[in-house]
């Protein structure tokens, strides 16, 4: 009997339970990482992110539910690999100047994950068109973009100062 052949529908449902699988971890990584950073500024960067992490998790069960799916998560390894490093950085640098340099770095790396995941799954949405999905995931990717510069500004301008500061 022959195989089904898997088309690009199948993959974007693949891929969303991935992302799905992402968010959900990001949601239990984010307030260690903000526990663990010295920088008010950086924690609170990392409260942010994690109350719109929050509202992207109800988004894309949002997506599941106007696909008639069930919101179904599937083990990322990319996000895995990422957080790991993340938890490695907390325990290797704990107290240490370069601490929230390095807490940074990995929330830029997931950032760059999810703009990666989200531009992927919003341009297959609109060629699957599937417009009211393609807008949701838009969303999402613009908020990810945003935490990144809003990132990316904090480590220039503070962050990454004081990592070079003598204890």
Partial sequence: MAKKPKLLSDLFHEKLKDVYFAEKKILTTLPKMAKSAQSRELKAA??????ETRGQVKRLESVFKILGKPPRAKKCEAIMGITKEGAEIMADFKNMPALDAGLLAAAQAVEHYEMSRYGTLRTWANELGMRDVAALLEATLKEERAT??????????VINIEAEAEL
């Fill in 46 to 51: 990392f409260n942010k992110h994690l109350k």
């Fill in 148 to 157: 990144d510069e809003a990132l990316t500004r904090l480590a220039k301008s």
